[in-house]
């Protein structure tokens, strides 16, 4: 949580800014989950993109834990329908990566 904070503050100090803002926030959430995601694929041995929508996290790949963030958003809004920014927003901000978002909506569509 700590680091989330020192992250978001560094970022609104790059925008000059003397309050962080929602973004800033994200931004940092991002980055934590980016650098926990680069560390799991040093650990498999670097699979590369290749096959990281086969890779396990947490028991699911990673195709079935981004299909999850969208159903549980649709459930959750009670919408048919998301727009496509919002979707990738949230699957960024989960520390996905936008290849994997597009292999996840090809392999469901």
Same mark, same amino acid.
């Given at each position: =949580?700590?680091?989330? =904070?020192?992250?978001?503050?560094?970022? !609104?100090? +790059?925008?000059?800014?003397?309050?962080? !803002?929602?973004?800033?926030?994200?931004? !940092?959430?991002? +980055?934590?989950?980016?650098? $926990?995601?680069?560390?799991?694929?040093?650990?498999?041995?670097?699979?590369?993109?290749?096959?990281?929508?086969?890779? $396990?996290?947490?028991?699911?790949?990673?195709?079935?834990?981004?299909?999850?963030?969208?159903?549980?958003?649709?459930?959750?809004?009670?919408?048919?329908?998301?727009? =496509? $920014?919002?979707?990738? !927003?949230?699957?960024?901000?989960?520390?996905?990566?936008?290849?994997?978002?597009?292999?996840?909506?090809?392999?469901?569509?």
């Amino acid at each position: =949580l700590l680091s989330i =904070l020192r992250l978001s503050q560094g970022l !609104a100090r +790059l925008r000059f800014s003397d309050y962080v !803002a929602r973004e800033d926030v994200d931004e !940092a959430i991002r +980055l934590t989950h980016m650098s $926990k995601s680069s560390l799991m694929e040093h650990d498999d041995g670097g699979l590369g993109d290749q096959n990281s929508s086969k890779r $396990k996290w947490g028991g699911e790949d990673v195709t079935s834990r981004i299909f999850n963030i969208i159903r549980d958003f649709s459930t959750s809004s009670r919408s048919q329908r998301i727009e =496509l $920014k919002l979707v990738e !927003a949230m699957v960024l901000r989960k520390g996905f990566t936008e290849q994997q978002l597009k292999q996840c909506l090809e392999e469901y569509q």
